[in-house]
């Protein structure tokens, strides 16, 4: 099939579509992120924000962060690529701050203690995310699957249905641990072949 004349069709997949922050977080209430603001207040900033791999963590954060605005927010993100701190994180804060750590899972034990104390001694407070509880107050769990389907049809053009035909987002989900991430790096290759 000859494209002479016919601009590509852009891949509704590709990471510019589906990073955190470029789809907006979804919760099961409208009122989602204005609920999770005084949740978090509730507990002088101390939470955490888990589930698995690819599940929405990062998304929510990104979501989350803008309604925020009675802290003094400092975040860092890390990644298996990227695992040490900033070496001023342990200057002493401003009043109101929040540190917001994406990835605490990727400290190791005592980084992540000595963290926790220094926020407690400071009076700061503590947001991260994580694959599994880290010892504090659960702010949100995630959960690809309520959302899944609705989130690839909402990115999907309408001529691009096609890519889901034979395409099962429960059973790619179950396959990859609740990792939306990775169907939608899947649905990214499905597109590319098909197209």
Avoid at 90 to 112: H, K, N, T
Avoid at 151 to 178: K, S, T, Y
């Amino acid at each position: 099939m000859s494209r002479v004349g016919r601009e590509p069709r852009v891949n509704p997949f590709s990471t510019r579509f589906t990073q955190p922050g470029a789809i907006p977080f979804r919760f099961a209430a409208a009122d989602g992120r204005a609920a999770l603001v005084p949740k978090l207040e509730a507990t002088r900033g101390w939470g955490q924000i888990v589930g698995p791999h690819g599940s929405g963590k990062s998304t929510l954060l990104a979501t989350l962060l803008p309604a925020l605005t009675g802290w003094r927010v400092r975040q860092v993100r890390l990644d298996t690529s990227h695992r040490t701190l900033p070496p001023d994180l342990f200057d002493p804060p401003e009043a109101g701050s929040l540190l917001v750590i994406d990835g605490f899972e990727q400290l190791g034990v005592l980084s992540r203690f000595r963290v926790k104390r220094h926020c407690r001694r400071h009076g700061c407070g503590l947001l991260v995310t994580a694959h599994r509880s880290v010892g504090l107050p659960d702010l949100h769990r995630t959960n690809a699957a309520a959302h899944a389907a609705d989130l690839i049809a909402d990115l999907l053009p309408p001529d691009g249905e096609w890519v889901l035909n034979g395409f099962d987002i429960a059973a790619r989900l179950r396959r990859h641990r609740g990792s939306l991430r990775e169907v939608l790096f899947e649905l990214y290759d499905r597109w590319e072949r098909g197209r």
